[in-house]
């Protein structure tokens, strides 16, 4: 029995931080970001905004193609939840008009959130092939003003329609994972802004990507020459580099330049010019490999590592469908990206600090252009419109 993607959408918001406007403003070489790191640029979500609207609108090309009768679940990854009760999942459910007769979850480990959702999907339909799942992973990233994180923010949601007899991608049964309770990355209860060892994070990813390798060798018996195309989790593009040249030298395999841009390069391309978008930056990752992929890649094997802080990691593969290209929303993801506003560093800070205040009541100013926005807060509540 194949299950995996059917469908697969991803949204970021209206505007954009230029690495070259960030660096002008920090006076720090602009390279260290477009090379260094390798970002240009950073989604930056306005105050009305939010992981609710940004998957709403990730979701509503999908709800085009399919009766929302037949939605069974909603599994919605976020590590920057709305509430610390009610999850994402059910104001999405209210704001898409979905059936009552439908399941809504919220999953949570930092980065790792939408890998497990959408394992947890898989797992799911084949237990009652009936199951059409919504699965979402949806973040925001944020840290402090003037910190070495600050230049990776960036925001974006990806929802995917998990079933039987995928059209895009069959997800393989066996994964490698592994688990170490660390401290690299965390968002205590108060804060809007996460809290990171940003050197130490990047170890403990390589690490973790070891171990979970080793776990899925032994799981699935697969072999780095069995994949053709890997995606990895993307907090900065750069590491992603890092990550699959770590993983070619544990298995002694030796790349070529050639290899590495081939194996890699078209699923970092768009991570480059959004930024982080935590649990769902390896999957759009994916869809970046499928829209930037020069070959068509029916039949091939595709990879993913998830690795969430904390942390979580997990490495899974799975197979690209006969006729995918034609399901895919190529257009629908470029127009959005490219029509992007850029912002000043001012204009950028104004809608942090709005952002920042988690305010009991408030009706924001519409400078998210839609489709779905964050109207306002009263006594708490959050109430969100349709544009
Ligand atoms: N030209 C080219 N490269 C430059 C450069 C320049 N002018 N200046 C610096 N660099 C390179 C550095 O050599 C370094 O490369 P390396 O990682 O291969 O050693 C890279 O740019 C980053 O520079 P560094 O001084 O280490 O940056 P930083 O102290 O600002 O920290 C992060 C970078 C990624 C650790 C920081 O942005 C961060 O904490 N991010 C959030 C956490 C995160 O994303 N963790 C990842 C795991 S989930």
Redo the contacts with the bound molecule.
Sequence with gaps: MKVGIDLIHFATADYYLGLDTFAAEKQ??V??YT???GQEKMSIAPPDEDVVSLAAKAAAPILEQISREEISAILFATETGVDQSKSAGAFLHGLLGLSNRCRVVEFKHA?YAGAAALQMATTMVRANPNENILVIAADIAK?DID???E??QGCGAVAMLVTENPRIIAIEPGSGYYTNDVM??WRPNHRTTAL????Y??K??LNSLKHAWEHFTEQTKRNFNDIDYFCY?I??T??AE?AHKTLAKKVGVKLTQADFEKQTLPSQAYNRIIG?SYSASLFVGFISLLDNVRDNIEGKRVSFFS?G?GCVAEFFTGIMQTGYQSVLMTQQQQDNISQRKPLSYAAYLDFYHQADVNPDNIIYQKTNKGPYRLVGIEDYKRYYEKV
């Design positions: 720090i070489d390279e260290k090379i260094g790191i980065c840290y910190t070495s994180g230049a990776t690299d990355f990171v060892d940003g050197k994070s990047t403990v990813y989790h907090p900065f750069k590491m890092k982080n690795y802080s």
